[in-house]
């Protein structure tokens, strides 16, 4: 039998139980990440935040345990795991370090996985395979500084020369934009058709006509290079044409449906993060001749975050688990991905607001979960536009 939800898609349900317990390789997956992140993120955070230093030496690390291929194939280079495993995974990273999860979640779940699910074979196996593997970093390019949400109104163009394209153009706050390797593009390929006049390419670093502009000096996720990407005559071969042509916004919007899973699980993951911290401080702090977790008001702060991140969880694992049964989520994902990133700007908040004083300064990470959070209420498309999302939906 399914329970039906608002959106219609059922939570399958068997012999009259729902089993929200994780399997074993899960929880042993999510220990071994666990450990990873303490043990080799969490020492350097504070130095990378501050430096705005991109951790390329932590690279072949995270490759080593599978986290720069989790959902693609073995064939391809990939550790095969599911999407509920991806969102595992980007929790433990968030929990400790955002803008680690985040590069992670944009090599993974945008440049790598538009090549994976869109690309033809001789694609995966030239580009793909050294992604999934670690050899190579990914990067995606959407934005531009006048097109945005409204990402139909690009200006970056791509014009057939021959046996090659020629794209002219720039992409903004481009995850990796400076240290990608491998980069997927989109492009206008026919001005008249709006947004089904746009297509997908594939671009390595250090093409001619392809450069790194500006590196954004941005107020949280530092240590997660974003920058802009210029294209001036750059010609790529008539090969680097990703899926059909003029398909690239319609693939997109399905890339980013996955995506936007990927972000929910981040906000889970930074929101973990941020009431931990809370709670030790709680325990420790003593005001009034008392340890202040002992006061009402801060006892509600926690069970309301808890609540409210355990709630985000499963929200998140049903777009996973729906993703994972080939199901089209975007519906979930929206959902998933608005609770999410407002709950962990809540839970950010409330983290500074138990700090006190201190929760203001770089010697606690409560600043720190502050600075980070709200991007997620931005990237992967803005709170309002999941919105808009979810409202089409519902009223479709």
């Avoid at 449906?257 to 401080?281: C, F, N």
Wanted: with cysteine.
């Amino acid at each position: 039998m399914s329970i039906e939800g608002v959106g219609g898609q059922g939570l399958e349900v068997r012999a009259g139980l729902m089993d929200f317990r994780p399997t074993e390789e899960q929880a042993l997956l999510r220990r071994s990440v666990r450990e990873f992140a303490d043990t080799e993120i969490r020492p350097h955070v504070r130095e990378w935040d501050e430096a705005q230093h991109f951790p390329i030496e932590l690279v072949p690390k995270l490759a080593a345990l599978g986290l720069l291929g989790i959902q693609f194939p073995e064939a391809y280079g990939g550790a095969g795991m599911s999407a509920v495993d991806y969102c595992i995974c980007l929790e433990e990273l968030a929990r400790v370090d955002p803008s680690v999860a985040l590069s992670v979640a944009a090599h993974n779940g945008l440049c790598a996985s538009h090549i994976f699910r869109f690309g033809t074979e001789a694609q995966k196996q030239q580009y793909l395979i050294p992604l999934a593997r670690g050899e190579k970093i990914g990067a995606w390019g959407l934005t531009e500084s006048t097109s945005g949400s409204d990402a139909a109104g690009m200006r970056t163009t791509a014009v057939r020369a021959g046996d090659a394209w020629v794209l002219t153009g720039s992409k903004t706050f481009t995850t990796h934009g400076r240290v990608g390797d491998i980069m997927v593009v989109m492009a206008v390929t026919d001005k008249k058709a709006g947004k089904h006049g746009i297509s997908a390419f594939i671009a390595y670093k250090g093409t001619p006509g392809m450069t790194p502009g500006k590196k954004e000096d941005k107020l949280g996720m530092r240590a997660s290079d974003t920058s802009e990407v210029l294209f001036d005559n750059c010609r790529l071969p008539s090969g680097s044409l990703l899926g059909e042509e003029h398909h690239g916004f319609i693939d997109t919007m399905q890339v980013l449906d996955a995506g936007r899973i990927g972000i929910a699980a981040l906000s889970v993951g930074l929101a973990q993060g941020a009431y931990e911290a809370a709670l030790r401080y709680a325990q420790e702090r003593k005001a009034f001749g008392k340890t202040i977790s002992s006061f009402q008001a801060i006892q509600w702060k926690l069970a309301d975050n808890a609540t409210r991140i355990e709630a985000a969880r499963l929200l998140t694992y049903r777009a996973a688990s729906l993703k994972d049964r080939g199901r089209r989520t975007t519906f979930e994902s929206s959902m998933a991905k608005l609770y999410a990133s407002e709950m962990a700007v809540k839970a950010a908040d409330d983290c500074v607001q138990i700090h006190g004083g201190y929760g203001f300064v770089k010697d606690y990470p409560a600043e720190k979960f502050f600075r980070d959070v709200k991007l997620t209420t931005i990237g992967e498309g803005t709170s309002e536009i999941q919105r808009l999302v979810i409202a089409r939906h519902l009223l479709a």
